[in-house]
């Protein structure tokens, strides 16, 4: 099985432009989440989504939107990209929301300038 | 607020063995992770300890104190292919995961 998948794997975005990160899973977990990696900063948690339909807000969610419309798919929505929101974003799941492993899709390298 | 602390580098000789601590202050706790992230790729889950005491799975082994917020990582018999960073992480009240920085690990032949 492929697992989780990310796409794009990298992208250089202007400033102000807006860009969706796509993310997909076939494992049928419920729980899906998504976090950005920045040098000597632990992974920080964006948004996340205990079960289709519904969404919350993690440690870093400004300027950054989710949804979650079927079990499969969590886009990962940038509405007007700036710097500082240049990042490694992974894309994780889990059987449940609660205290099970999670699961890493390999990455999406956004650069904003 | 919470905290995860845990060294930023280690180095190792092939075939040695090395202990990475974990110490954490966090709001509740639902178990300690522990994964292996190689430069430029996803992390990737080792092991999971909720309870006190040693988990061995193979040639890494994990322990966790909860009394004292400490937690280890021994990686026995290390391989070059080891090299890589180690990242400790806390599932807290509201079952979310607080990170470390990672410890990046590097074995010399």
């Known amino acids: 099985t492929a697992g989780i998948t990310q796409a794009p794997t990298s992208q250089i975005l202007a400033a102000g432009r807006s860009m969706t990160l796509r993310c997909t899973q076939d494992m049928r977990h419920n729980a899906m989440y998504w976090y950005r990696q920045d040098l000597g900063l632990g992974l920080r948690l964006i948004h996340y989504?205990?079960?289709?339909?519904?969404?919350g807000k993690g440690e870093v969610p400004d300027g950054y939107s989710v949804s979650r419309a079927n079990t499969d798919d969590f886009p990962l929505t940038l509405a007007s990209a700036v710097p500082s929101q240049t990042s490694v974003y992974f894309c994780?799941?889990?059987?449940?929301?609660?205290?099970?492993?999670?699961?890493f899709g390999p990455g999406t390298r956004l650069t904003v300038l | 607020g919470q905290n995860i602390d845990q060294p930023t580098e280690m180095t190792a000789t092939e075939g040695a063995i090395v202990q990475i601590n974990c110490t954490y202050q966090?709001?509740?706790?639902?178990?300690l992770f522990w994964y292996q992230q190689h430069a430029g790729e996803a992390p990737t889950f080792l092991s999971y300890n909720v309870l006190d005491g040693l988990e061995e799975k193979g040639r890494f082994s994990s322990f966790l104190s909860r009394s004292k917020g400490y937690s280890y990582l021994l990686l026995k018999e290390l391989q070059m292919k080891d090299s890589a960073s180690y990242l400790c992480a806390v599932m807290d009240s509201n079952y979310q995961l607080i990170w470390g920085a990672g410890t990046k690990l590097i074995i010399k032949p």
């Open positions: 994780a799941s889990s059987d449940s929301g609660l205290a099970d492993t999670q699961y």
């Open positions: 989504s205990n079960t289709a339909g519904t969404t």
């Open positions: 966090t709001s509740g706790f639902n178990g």
